[in-house]
């Protein structure tokens, strides 16, 4: 059975940081995309961030770009989101999840592809 356990969340300033580490157990986590998500109201899970199981390959998506940085240590079966410049708009729960495939080349934006999740960590920004 694979776990994902999150933490790092919290509450922050507009313009400060935070780090989100995702830790995994119970399956080969070093053959999976990770990915991280954040829940919007009336719209479900969005993606913000994904690495492929390279640790090289890595996505984020526009509105965090250059803000966040998604990485991973697999040594330590883990993947962090490191969140810079946050604003009140990227309040949420923020989720981890793994892909469903191992060593994939799909596309990784799609919520549905991910078929482990973590319980989601809060963040919360004041402006």
């Known amino acids: 059975q694979v776990q994902l356990v999150e933490s790092g969340g919290g509450l922050v300033q507009a313009g400060g940081s935070l780090r989100l580490s995702c830790a995994a157990s119970?399956?080969?986590?070093?053959?999976?995309?990770a990915g991280w998500f954040r829940q919007v109201p009336w719209k479900g899970r969005e993606f913000v961030a994904a690495v492929r199981w390279n640790g090289v390959n890595t996505y984020t998506e526009d509105s965090v770009k250059g803000r966040f940085t998604i990485s991973r240590d697999n040594a330590k079966n883990t993947v962090y989101l490191q969140m810079d410049g946050l604003k009140p708009e990227d309040t949420s729960v923020y989720y981890c999840?793994?892909?469903?495939?191992?060593?994939?080349?799909?596309?990784?934006?799609?919520?549905?592809?991910?078929?482990?999740w973590g319980q989601g960590t809060q963040v919360t920004v004041s402006s």
């Open positions: 119970g399956r080969t986590f070093s053959s999976y995309t």
């Open positions: 999840a793994l892909h469903s495939l191992q060593y994939s080349t799909l596309a990784v934006t799609a919520p549905s592809t991910y078929d482990t």
